[in-house]
């Protein structure tokens, strides 16, 4: 079983940033892919960013350019860098661990950017 724990998140001005974490329990860390994905009200869930075993990325439109996932096998931490943060970008932000046929997600953490 693995477990995911995200912190980080808060009130923003727009244009501000803000960095969440997601900690990764556990000795597999270097076997999983991780994603980050968010929740608006009334909205469904949608990915934000994703990093392979390999440390490729990839990103929506959307946030392209001003997100940056990251990942740290020394701390079993994945990060989200969020820089230029609009008010669309306020939603409960979920950090996603996907291998094979496993699937794990975190309780997620909330980001509202509000002047």
């Known amino acids: 079983q693995v477990q995911l724990e995200e912190s980080g998140g808060g009130l923003v001005q727009p244009g501000g940033s803000l960095g969440l974490s997601c900690a990764v329990s556990?000795?597999?860390?270097?076997?999983?892919?991780f994603a980050w994905y968010r929740q608006a009200p009334g909205k469904q869930r949608e990915l934000v960013a994703h990093i392979s075993t390999r440390d490729t990325t990839t990103y929506p439109d959307s946030v392209k350019g001003r997100f940056t996932i990251s990942r740290d096998s020394a701390k079993n931490t994945v990060y989200l860098q969020m820089n230029s943060l609009k008010p669309e970008d306020t939603a409960v932000y979920y950090c996603n661990a996907a291998a094979f046929n496993e699937f794990y997600w975190g309780q997620g953490t909330q980001v509202t950017v509000s002047s």
């Open positions: 556990g000795s597999r860390f270097s076997t999983f892919a």
